[in-house]
């Protein structure tokens, strides 16, 4: 009998994912719809689905459905309660607080595998031709470094930042509304943070990560008139 090769719908998911837009919740299709657009079967569409979930690449919600990203940690209650209470200025003083030291430590405890990890995501920022793309790959890596930090807690305590971070709804003035620009600043300040965890340098790592996000803060507060 002849094998069936798993790694062609898994692949042709990834290639999906990498180019869809999915719209602000990140919720893919249905089973049913997604399976006619890949052009597979719905046992064989699960598996591949079952696979990324597996990875951290999506995560699912039994009655509403199957997300792009990381599960959210807590109840859905606790984030909307946090949503509710803050504002997009807050967000970055957190992040700005707390991000650091993720990266310090994801420079002591990065495997080989989590480092080459983190090149694709910050070369994928950079080959992105949406924005929905580019922030998939930004928020791949910032979750990228979380992982390399090897601290289970501190991992769940980005992913609950994470949610809060893509459910409050920024209203940003871009410049450049199709994709980011050539010269994002991004491009580059991941590149240094990445290059400083490869490094074993914990403290150029997290000075990186914190001149990337005030970078971010500055660029937040003249799109929002602050």
């Known amino acids: 009998m002849k094998q069936i090769d798993e790694t062609q719908p898994l692949e042709r998911l990834r290639t999906f994912l990498e180019t869809a837009d999915l719209g602000e919740d990140g919720r893919l299709p249905p089973e049913r719809e997604l399976a006619e657009a890949l052009g597979m079967g719905r046992a064989v569409l699960r598996k591949a689905l079952a696979t990324l979930q597996a990875q951290g690449v999506l995560w699912r919600h039994v009655g509403k459905g199957t997300f792009m990203g990381d599960r959210p940690i807590g109840t859905q209650a606790d984030i909307n309660a946090l949503v509710q209470g803050t504002n997009p200025m807050e967000v970055m003083a957190a992040r700005i607080a707390f991000e650091p030291e993720i990266a310090r430590l994801a420079a002591g405890n990065a495997t080989a595998a989590q480092l080459s990890e983190l090149r ?61 620009p050539r010269d994002h600043h991004s491009f580059g300040e991941h590149d240094v943070i990445v290059d400083a965890v490869a490094a074993r340098d914990g403290p150029a790592a997290a000075d990186a990560m914190r001149r990337h996000l005030r970078t971010v803060e500055q660029k937040l507060r003249e799109s929002l008139g602050c």
């Open 120 to 180: 694709s995501c910050a070369q994928k920022c950079r080959a992105a031709t949406s924005w929905r793309q580019y922030e998939h790959w930004d928020n791949r890596l910032h979750r990228n470094l979380g992982e390399a930090a090897q601290n289970t807690l501190l991992l769940g305590l980005l992913d609950t930042l994470t949610a809060v971070r893509r459910a409050i709804t920024w209203s940003r003035r871009r410049s450049h509304p199709d994709r980011p």
